[in-house]
Structure formats: C-alpha cells, structure tokens
C-alpha cells in the first residue's frame, strides 16, 4: 500500500479516493510535542485556538502558563487561558493578574461550571473554530468540555481533597462537535503536552529569533534600543511580530530564573547584583 507524506493525524483534512487516503492538505497549525531526544511528534493539526486550562483551586503556575502560551503560538494557533472553578477563590482579579500575560495579548477568562459563570464567553470564542484544551489531570477539562457541549460526554473525575491532584479519568481519544458550531478536538496526547515543554524545546521555537540576535552588533545584545540591533530592527521592518520578541523575552526570563534556582553561584551573583540595586534605589530615595 501507498503511503502518504506527512502520515495523517487528527484534524488532517485528507483526500481519499474510494480505498485509501492518497494526499493531506496543507496544515494551518500542528501542535507537536517535543522529545527529549530532539524529535518531535505530531499530535493535532489545524487547531485554531488552544484553551490554557488551570483549576483555580490550586495556586497559579504562571511559568507552566506561559510555556504552554509559547507552545500554541509555535503551533501556529492562538492561546486563551481560561482559569477554570473561579467559585472556589475568593479573588478572580488577582489571580487573573498572577498569570501576567496580558502584555503579550493574550486573553484571560475565569469560568466556574458550577455556577456556569465565564461559560459563554469561552463558548463564544470557540464558536466555528477548531479547539484544543491543554491543563494538567484535574484542572476541570472535561467538566469544561461538558459545560461547552451542555450535556455530559466527557467523564469527570474526583480531585483528591489533600493535593488538588486528580485522577486519570481522560483515556479515549475524542472530537466534539460545539453547539455553536466548533469542534473540540480532545485526545489524552494534546491534553498534557505542557508538561513536556522543558527549556531547551523552548528556545528551539525561537530559532528564528536567536539566528537574528546573532547578527546583532553587541554580542551581549538585550534587543531594546541597541545600535545595530538586528532584532529590533526585523520588528521595525515587520519581519518579525512583537509579540514574538516579547515572548521571546518571556522565556528567557523564565530560563534565567529557573537557572538561579538551580545553580547556587549564579544565584549568588543575582542576590549580589540586586542587593547593589536595592542599595542605589534606597540612596536615591534618601532626602537631600
Ligand atoms: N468547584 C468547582 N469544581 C470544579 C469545577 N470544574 C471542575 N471541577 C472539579 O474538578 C475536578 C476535576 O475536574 P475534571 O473536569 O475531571 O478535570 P480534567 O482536567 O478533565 O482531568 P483529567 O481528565 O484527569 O485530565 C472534578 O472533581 C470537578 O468536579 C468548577 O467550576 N468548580
Ligand atoms: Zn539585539
């Protein structure tokens, strides 16, 4: 039998004839998942936009959300975090604030299904567009899913009362059509693909980025308002979309920041540095 090139894979729009399929068309999007080894593998393709999906009953991880952010866009799709069990936090505002993505664009919905708050306009923003949902096991998935389609397909499962943690409850692979007109793609695969997005698949998005930063005039370039900034300049031309750089930036924070944890003596020069910065700030603050 023919094969044929790329192997289809869910969301594929394919030609067949009355046997087999013979051609699949070009892909919008394809959200794959990186391999520690440096392969990738393809898990949907064509998803418009990728629900974040976190459980406010469990403190915000904003590093995870925003490495998720940075995998949908990489997908070529467009990320919505939506903070699900809203009814269980007393404070919606903040907690929408500690995700902190609105500077990249990015929109922010706290839902309860509960209380069904939140629930239209996170149906809305689906509405005719092919979607997929993202979150650890228990962030509220399913119940969200079920909330979406007004009826119950998606089995739900109990969160374990001491850790917030929930079961595995998510085994077969599914596509849902929306009431208002929407497919849900929804397979165990897509579903826990932020967890597998570590540094070094990260920064192997922003190859395009890091391949203009090395033409830039500085090798210690911070990409601001440098002379002969390269990056800044393809922003300038359009070449490359702000958004990007900043999520660029986004990321590297995060790598730095993940990097002073781990590593005690850059975690030294840190403290060191920024007690001399705390030190200038209190002496500029000094009357007189
Ligand atoms: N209070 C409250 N609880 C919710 C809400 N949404 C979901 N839950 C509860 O959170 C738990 C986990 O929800 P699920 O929808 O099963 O989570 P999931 O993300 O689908 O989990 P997996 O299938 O393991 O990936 C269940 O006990 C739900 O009843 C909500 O809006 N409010
Ligand atoms: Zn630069």
Redesign the pocket.
Same mark, same amino acid.
């Given at each position: 039998m023919a094969t044929v090139d790329p192997v289809p894979i869910v969301g594929d729009w394919v030609v067949t004839n009355d046997e087999a399929v013979v051609d699949v068309l070009p892909r919008a999007s394809l959200l794959r998942r990186q391999d520690p080894d440096g392969g990738e593998q393809p898990l949907v393709a064509n998803v418009d936009a990728v629900l974040v &999906?976190c459980?406010l009953?469990r403190p915000v991880k904003a590093g995870r959300i925003q490495r998720v952010i940075v995998l949908a866009w990489d997908a070529g799709a467009t990320p919505i975090v939506v903070l !699900?069990? *809203?009814? &269980?936090t007393k404070d919606v505002d903040a907690a929408i604030a500690d995700v902190d993505v609105t500077n990249l664009g990015v929109e922010v919905i706290a &839902? #309860? *299904? =509960?209380s069904g708050f939140g629930i239209d306009v996170v149906r809305e923003r689906c509405a005719g567009r092919t979607i997929a949902m993202i979150?650890? #096991? @228990? *962030? @509220?998935?399913? !119940?969200?899913t079920n909330a979406l389609l007004g009826e119950d397909v *998606?089995s =739900? @499962?109990?969160?374990r009362a001491s850790d917030s943690k @929930?079961?595995? !409850? =998510?085994t077969s692979r599914q596509i849902h059509l929306l009431p208002g007109g929407g497919v849900l793609v929804d397979t165990p695969g897509i579903?826990g693909v932020g967890l597998w997005v570590d540094d070094e698949s990260v920064t192997a998005m922003f190859g395009d980025v890091e391949l203009l930063a090395e033409e830039c005039h500085f090798t210690d370039c911070g990409h601001t308002n440098e002379p002969g900034c390269a990056v800044h300049l393809a922003v300038e031309s359009g070449e490359l979309p702000a958004e990007r750089l900043e999520a660029w930036r986004m990321v590297r924070r995060e790598a730095q920041s993940m990097e002073r944890r781990s590593d005690p003596r850059a975690r030294h020069a840190y403290d060191r540095q920024f007690g001399r910065v705390a030190k200038e700030a209190q002496k500029r603050k000094r009357p007189g």
């Open positions: &999906v459980g009953d !699900t069990k *809203a009814d &269980v &839902v #309860s *299904a =509960t979150g650890e #096991s @228990g *962030a @509220g998935k399913s !119940t969200l *998606a =739900t @499962g109990d969160v @929930g079961r595995h !409850t =998510t579903r």
